[in-house]
């Protein structure tokens, strides 16, 4: 199968004059899919969050009832937006681009509201949102060497977060006011320590990014000037690439396949 429609190719299967066209009409409507369609409903569910969590002043448990509901449909649709695209392979570029886009801007507008409504210390909110941020600016500085791959504490990370803001957006008090401080800590603890381990493999996956860039320069140089034959050269560039795979992170992707998984990365922490 070409992937070209049949309309496309004159139904013989060989690209007919709009062909190319055709192809295009379709990838064109592939963005309309289902993945996209809830990405776009968390985009437009962040300033209704806004509105909601403000509105009286901020302060009434029945509009903070409402922003919760918001709030909690965004997290939902963040779980199956990724999923679905995945799963059936519906992942497009602006996908790849929104979606991370949709999960920041919605975290950020619970986390600056409530520390501007002083239920939260902007420390707290200044931690997480730095760390999300920087976490992503290293992802594509480093996406040359490869892909530094989603943890089981990156996931465990993003659902503790999801819980602890969730409880300070509600009005509650009592026990749950005092339980949802701890599942805070929790979800600031696990920010950190897994940002400071992102840090760990980043440095890793460069040096051994940077270690494979020079051996193969080497041996390239070498070959060219007749010093080594193509036979030792071949052996060097192998025990070059198996140096350099024991060196990298775990899981991480080689630096050839990493411009389909550098954003999908990120989402694979939900």
Not at 9 to 25: F, M, N, Q, Y
Not at 83 to 90: C, E, G, Q, V, W
Not at 179 to 204: C, I, K, S
Request: glycine letters at 10%; aromatic letters at 8%.
């Amino acid at each position: 199968m070409t992937g070209v429609p049949a309309s496309a190719t004159g139904g013989t299967g060989t690209p007919a004059p709009g062909g190319k066209l055709g192809a295009a009409a379709v990838d064109q409507a592939s963005l309309w899919n289902v993945a996209n369609l809830l990405t776009m409903v968390r985009l437009l569910l962040v300033p209704g969050f806004v509105m909601l969590m403000l509105a009286d002043g901020g302060y009434d448990p029945a509009w903070r009832a409402w922003a919760w509901a918001a709030f909690a449909v965004a997290m939902i649709t963040d779980v199956f937006d990724g999923h679905l695209a995945r799963t059936y392979n519906l992942v497009t570029d602006f996908g790849k681009i929104a979606d991370p886009i949709a999960d920041k801007a919605i975290m950020g507008a619970a986390l600056i509201c409530l520390s501007s409504l002083g239920d939260l210390p902007w420390w707290v909110t200044g931690v997480i949102l730095g760390r999300e941020l920087g976490i992503t600016l290293m992802r594509f500085l480093v996406i040359r060497y490869g892909v530094i791959p989603a943890s089981r504490g990156g996931k465990m990370k993003t659902l503790a977060q999801g819980t602890a803001v969730g409880m300070y957006v509600l009005a509650l008090t009592g026990p749950l006011a005092t339980f949802r401080f701890w599942v805070m800590a929790v979800a600031v603890a696990l920010t950190v320590l897994t940002g400071l381990d992102y840090v760990r493999q980043a440095v890793v996956l460069r040096r051994a990014g940077l270690a494979e860039v020079a051996v193969a320069a080497a041996v390239s140089q070498a070959a060219s000037s007749g010093t080594v034959s193509s036979e030792a050269a071949s052996s060097e560039v192998v025990s070059s690439e198996a140096a350099t795979s024991e060196a990298a992170p775990s899981g991480a992707a080689p630096s050839g396949a990493v411009s389909s998984e550098a954003a999908s990365s990120e989402a694979a922490e939900k």
